[in-house]
């Protein structure tokens, strides 16, 4: 901020909040390529019109999308942190929704995510702190909340974001 201060407006509103050193966490419940029957498939052929698409909750770690029903993903912890901790946010996400957010505290074995910064998690514990939220029209397009949207909307699903230092 300090650097690019002078390059904003005096009279621009800027929101300042906390930077959690952890592991970047994605969560989202977007549209997912369903497994087609063979029976669906051949009617796709024939030009019946089939739903090749169906709601599911994915988890990801900035670019990369983690598969929780593949047992052989390779991961940089000693298991899938992304998805159990994902798994926890189930039902809260409405369509088009995607979450970032910051994963802090412990894996399941008790290794910190990151070293020295456990924020007071409870050993083999780990928290979610969401820092932004987008939604993705059908285009494709996305559009993210404001800052006090992205409060209010973890706040009434009792999901933490992270702390606002000043405006």
């Not at 019946?48 to 912890?77: L, M, R, T």
């Not at 929704?97 to 894996?107: A, F, H, K, Q, S």
């Not at 939220?133 to 397009?141: C, L, M, R, V, Y």
Request: net charge neutral; proline share 3%; aromatic share 12%.
């Amino acid at each position: 901020w300090f650097r690019m201060e002078h390059t904003v407006p005096d009279d621009t509103w800027v929101v300042a909040t906390q930077k959690l050193h952890g592991a970047n966490i994605r969560i989202g419940y977007v549209p997912v390529a369903r497994k087609l029957s063979l029976l669906e498939r051949i009617a796709i052929r024939i030009g019946v019109k089939v739903n090749k698409y169906e709601y599911s909750a994915i988890y990801g770690s900035h670019k990369v999308v983690k598969d929780a029903n593949n047992p052989d993903q390779v991961h940089f912890y000693d298991s899938d942190i992304w998805s159990l901790a994902g798994h926890r946010l189930d039902g809260l996400i409405p369509e088009n929704y995607i979450l970032y957010g910051e994963l802090v505290g412990y894996t399941e074995s008790g290794r910190p995510i990151q070293k020295h910064y456990t924020y007071s998690a409870k050993d083999k514990q780990n928290n979610i702190y969401v820092y932004r939220i987008t939604i993705i029209n059908n285009q494709g397009i996305a559009c993210d909340l404001s800052w006090d949207s992205v409060k209010e909307f973890c706040v009434s699903r009792g999901i933490d974001h992270v702390a606002e230092l000043w405006r």
